[in-house]
């Protein structure tokens, strides 16, 4: 499993600033230009040799240059397809919806304009997969690039923009990381960078940096709160593994982003699993609701871990918040000595969803919760079971909401945990014969085609009786409505 690291240089010189700004603007440089020539089926190795010729680099450096271009054109290629298939989705939408009937002039004239504009979007990305292309790329971000040309910000501040990455991959036969290494000794921690300058002997000119790893000291105890990184690190490069180095610099400072195998150092066994129980967890903007199940499926206990300022706090600070709510979620299985079942989402840019929606699933960071749940269990030795996401919360609301008293999110929770066993979910008796008229044709669907089948009825239900649909009118008036049916 691998992790990054964050840490900072410290105490950076005159000198030392103009020689790292230096070897920025190189590397850079390098990188976009074997991009070009990348787009333009250059060969790979010859390629190397060429640019390590031009810019002066060692073919380390050129390597790690042209590797980062091609990396960077094919994540491209996967996003145009990513945004095609979308973008083909979203015109089906729209054309469905632009073809119902007792639309208003002014409403399909808005259809119609953003059919077309979709349609558009759609040809755009095809017309790039069939030439094996991708859309232009601006280096320093667009952002930036608009400001620049509405004369917002200097000329100086967007050539820093393009100019202020360095990487280096590692190398375990060189001992982790030839041109950017990390050196312990007894003055401390320092990064010694080779250089462009050369010595006599063709030798790469290497300077030491002080180097701040990360490590919280508690001011009562002297503990060391959180994670040891500055330890960790320690320990991994003992080992002689590679690992890779990224220097950015950002407002006149110069961050330094290690990535390392971090199962290199430690050994993950697998001590909590399902065969006692399991914890069913659904994600959720404002928190994480956990269920636990017996091995036969029954439910046991639930609770909610609620977390608003994950819809609204800042980037590094949800981030924290994910990884806390993961601890106390894997803290929650431990003490009941079971393993974790969660939804495997992908969430995708293909459906039209309210404006409101919209802002909530912005904040939503779904990636870095799942990401912080599996980080955890792993860490923790919890058994970790991902299932499909289909009809989850549909189920924790028609089926388990009233017959258990939680939640509806805990009722979805519970049916991930369910899942996750293989248990399948039957139609409760009042819902099927209340709700389905056809029950031949009801009993030849699938699991997943008859919870369709449930909340379609339901819906119509709710439209006969000119109800809005939603989560609350079901709570609170399930059975006026189907007494009503």
Known sequence: MKITIKAKLVNVSKETDTTLS???????????????????????????????????????QAKDAVEEARQTIASQKELVKLNYANYTKKAESAEKAFNRKNLSDAKRKRLDAKLDKRKKKQAYYKSLIDVD??????????????????GNISKQEWQDARNNRLLSRGDK??????????????????????TLERTQNN????????????????????????????TMMFDYLKTGEAYQVEL?????????????????????KTIHTGHTGLVGIDTNPDGLALTL??????????????????????????????????????????????????????FSKDKDVSSKFARISHQFIYKKLLLAIIISCIRAGVELIQVKPQYTSKIGL?????????????????????????????????????????????????????????????????????MKGGTGFWQRDRKTILRAV
């Open 203 to 230: 030798r790469a000119v290497k300077i030491q940096i002080p180097l701040y790893l990360p490590q919280k000291l508690s001011k009562k105890t002297g503990a060391v709160n959180g994670r040891d990184y500055r």
């Open 22 to 60: 230096h070897m920025m603007l190189i590397y850079c440089t390098a990188m976009r230009f074997s991009f070009k020539r990348l787009l333009e089926s250059a060969i790979t190795g010859e390629l190397e040799k060429l640019v390590s010729a031009k810019y002066g680099l060692n073919i380390r």
């Open 293 to 346: 199940i017996s091995r036969d499926g029954n439910y046991l206990k639930s609770t909610y871990l609620r977390q608003h300022e994950l819809k609204y706090a800042r980037s590094d600070r949800r981030e924290n918040l994910c990884g806390e709510l993961a601890k106390q979620a894997v803290e929650y299985a431990k003490q009941h000595n079971c393993g974790v079942a969660v939804e495997d989402l992908r």
């Open 173 to 194: 036969t060189l001992s982790g990381n030839p041109n950017l290494r990390i050196i312990v000794n007894n003055d401390g921690v320092f990064l010694e960078v080779s």
């Open 398 to 466: 028609y089926k388990y909401y009233h017959q258990y008293g939680i939640g509806v999110h805990n009722g979805a929770a519970m049916a991930i945990a369910r899942r996750a066993y293989g248990l399948k979910e039957k139609i409760p008796k009042p819902l099927r014969d209340k709700l389905i008229k056809d029950a031949d044709g009801f009993n030849t669907k699938t699991e997943w085609g008859k919870w369709a089948a449930i909340d379609k009825a339901i819906k119509k239900a709710l439209q006969n009786n000119k």
């Open 133 to 150: 292309t991708i859309p232009p790329v601006v280096f320093g971000t667009k952002k930036l690039f608009h400001e620049r040309c509405k």
């Open 248 to 268: 950015i610099k950002r407002d006149g400072e110069y961050y330094c982003h290690i990535t390392i195998d971090e199962s290199k150092i430690r050994e993950y």
